[in-house]
């Protein structure tokens, strides 16, 4: 199985302060058709996950352009160029390339 | 707008089965791989099952293979999990997604 680790655990950040989360994968991301896919989701407090990010680095319709992402292979990263109130939760990277399907266990974004 | 609710969860007792619906709404069903993924309390995002749009591929986690069936109705634009054998440890919100779109999830608890 590929195992996801998700680094850090937790973060504490000031409005408009940048945050940057790294996930890395046990093996390649790299499917037999040539994409990656690799995902990053969002669960706020009392909510379903939303995806942010698929395919490494592209954005989901909706999503502010402040997320990023980006990576190859088996390292990847999410970025925020500015947190915002409404970024506060859990994000989890999620690759879908090898069955069974994993995810990151997850960095929790607190708001200071 | 692109709609997943599912329904059928409840309180079981161990070694008994239930069967979760997922109806979908907003696309075209058909067209589309179904996941379900469940989330114990407190815990992160476990997969559980995929299942092709055609139901011709379908895989599950270690954890539940022997006990749970995915299946889909194409023509009533549902997604089933029948899960059977149940244990403590498979208590949890199971949500349906499809890649971007995640359901409400349905809380099923597995206790005596």
């Known amino acids: 199985d590929v195992v996801m680790t998700q680094t850090p655990v937790s973060l504490s950040l000031a409005i408009g302060q940048p945050a940057s989360i790294s996930c890395k994968s046990s093996?390649?991301?790299?499917?037999?058709?040539?994409?990656?896919?690799l995902s990053w989701i969002l669960q706020r407090p009392g909510q379903s996950p939303k995806r942010l990010i698929y395919?490494?680095?592209k954005l989901d319709s909706g999503v502010p352009d402040r997320f990023s992402g980006s990576g190859s292979e088996t390292e990847f990263t999410l970025k925020i160029s500015r947190v915002e109130a409404e970024d506060l939760g859990v994000y989890y990277c999620?690759?879908?390339?090898?069955?069974?399907?994993?995810f990151g266990s997850g960095t929790k974004l607190e708001i200071k | 707008e692109v709609q997943l609710v599912e329904s059928g969860g409840g309180l079981v007792q161990p070694g008994r089965s239930l069967k979760l619906s997922c109806l979908a709404s907003?696309?075209?069903?058909?067209?589309?791989?179904m996941n379900w993924i469940r989330q114990a309390p407190g815990k992160g995002l476990e997969w559980v099952a995929s299942?092709?749009?055609?139901?011709?591929?379908?895989y599950y986690a270690d954890t539940v293979k022997g006990r749970f069936t995915i299946s889909r109705d194409n023509a009533k634009n549902t997604l089933y999990l029948q899960m059977t054998s149940l244990r403590s440890e498979d208590t949890a919100l199971y949500y349906c997604?499809?890649?971007?779109?995640w359901g409400q999830g349905t809380l099923v608890t597995v206790s005596s």
């Open positions: 997604a499809r890649s971007a779109y």
């Open positions: 907003g696309f075209t069903f058909s067209n589309y791989g």
């Open positions: 299942i092709s749009s055609s139901s011709s591929y379908i």
């Open positions: 093996q390649s991301l790299v499917h037999s058709d040539g994409k990656t896919y």
């Open positions: 395919l490494v680095s």
């Open positions: 999620w690759q879908a390339t090898h069955f069974p399907l994993t």
